[in-house]
């Protein structure tokens, strides 16, 4: 009976028969057995055919003494059934193969299984490619071994020079680098990964900014003249030494009006398209939750405002300013000088000037839209609280990204605007 270890033989080309391979098995089984009378071996090869196939077929047409002589019979085998000739690949295809079989960095460092065995990843690359070195005949060559070399991770090229004698040293070098010489680099280069994968995600923060669905809005009102009137022009104070910005003598403020001993001014007044124009505009830039990502995403607007409007330019009601996180929208009857809800401004228990003072910008901001607007979005509010500067000013690490705040104290005007 045929053993388990030869499989039937039917010989009609079907998938994963080789008429060899057959061969072959049926010869193992043999010794196996211990037959070795040629009659014998002949007349046990008939039980390792397919029943009715075209093998047994063919046995059966074969002349009684080819049946009973097993020299006679494996020759006629061989005649019916030749040696599939396996297409050899070009010299031309193996080197091609050679220049594409790269060493991943990534897997520096880790072991892979070969054969049921743990390999390092390198030693495993070497082993490749030397068998593919050998098919090549290049093995006592240095055939290309500059173009392998040039594909290699920085961590193998430091050590392993392109100047070997033959593909053997080559291969030998590979596998002969240290381990703790590439358990360095990996380290290495997952720190720099980490750093660039950081600065994608700040990138990818601010291009997230840039493409909200108010973008369009922002593009087309970067674009757009407020008719042909004459921009509003907001009456300066008179300079004077050491005073603060908007004013000091009971919180009245010299932006929107007159200080003690001065003639009085109108406040600039906006045309119905100038007022539109400035109510579409209190939204365009997010307004970004107090969260380690809002506030990211508020240093790069700060960034990105002064890169447009440049580091000196006065806030205008056409240069809306990004708004703190954690902070009240505009016109909502905030406070100017913390920009929270919940208290008259007259009562902030913020000192102007202070660290978790808004910026001397977004003060302004606020005061133009409280100013033209009124309270507008007061019934949408949830009071919020102060958040510290330390996470506004350190959040990313980059001198860049930290807010400027008014050299001297910003103390809000007590009678200008809407209260709280």
Known sequence: ??????????????????????????????????????????????????????????????????????????????????????????????????????????????????????????????????????????????????????????????????????????????????????????????????????????????????????????????????????PVQYPAAPKRTNEAVFGQGGGQGNLFGPRAGQTPTARPTLTPQQIAALRGRLNILPHHPNTEGGRAAYHLQLAEWERKHGRDTKVTEETPYPLRPGTAPVCAGECWICGMVGHRRDRCQVQPGSPTCISQRENLWRRICGTMLGPINRENTTPVQHVAVDQYRHALGTPWAVELEPKEAIEQGKEEGSSA
């Open 1 to 230: 009976m045929p053993s388990n270890n030869v499989d039937i033989f039917h010989g009609d080309g079907r998938e994963g028969e080789n008429p060899q391979n057959f061969l072959r098995a049926f010869r193992r089984e043999m010794r196996s057995l211990a037959t070795t009378n040629d009659k014998d071996i002949a007349q046990a090869f008939i039980d390792y055919l397919g029943a009715g196939s075209q093998a047994d077929l063919w046995f059966e047409d074969l002349a009684q003494a080819t049946q009973e002589s097993w020299v006679q019979l494996e020759t006629a085998f061989v005649a019916r059934w030749p040696r599939i000739t396996q297409a050899k690949r070009s010299e031309q295809e193996i080197e091609r193969e050679l220049l594409s079989t790269l060493l991943n960095e990534k897997e520096l460092g880790e072991k892979v299984k070969i054969g049921g065995v743990d390999v390092w990843s390198h030693v495993a690359w070497a082993d490749k490619v030397t068998i593919l070195v050998n098919e090549a005949n290049i093995a006592s060559k240095t055939t290309h071994i500059w173009q392998v070399r040039d594909k290699l991770p920085d961590a193998i090229k430091d050590v392993v020079k392109s100047t070997h004698t033959d593909w053997t040293a080559f291969m030998q070098a590979v596998r002969d680098v240290d381990l703790q010489h590439i358990r360095d680099a990996v380290s290495k280069r997952k720190k720099e990964d980490d750093i660039r994968r950081a600065l994608e995600n700040r990138i990818r923060i601010l291009e997230t900014v840039q493409q909200s669905p108010t973008a369009g809005i922002r593009a087309q009102m970067n674009r757009t003249s407020i008719s042909m009137q004459t």
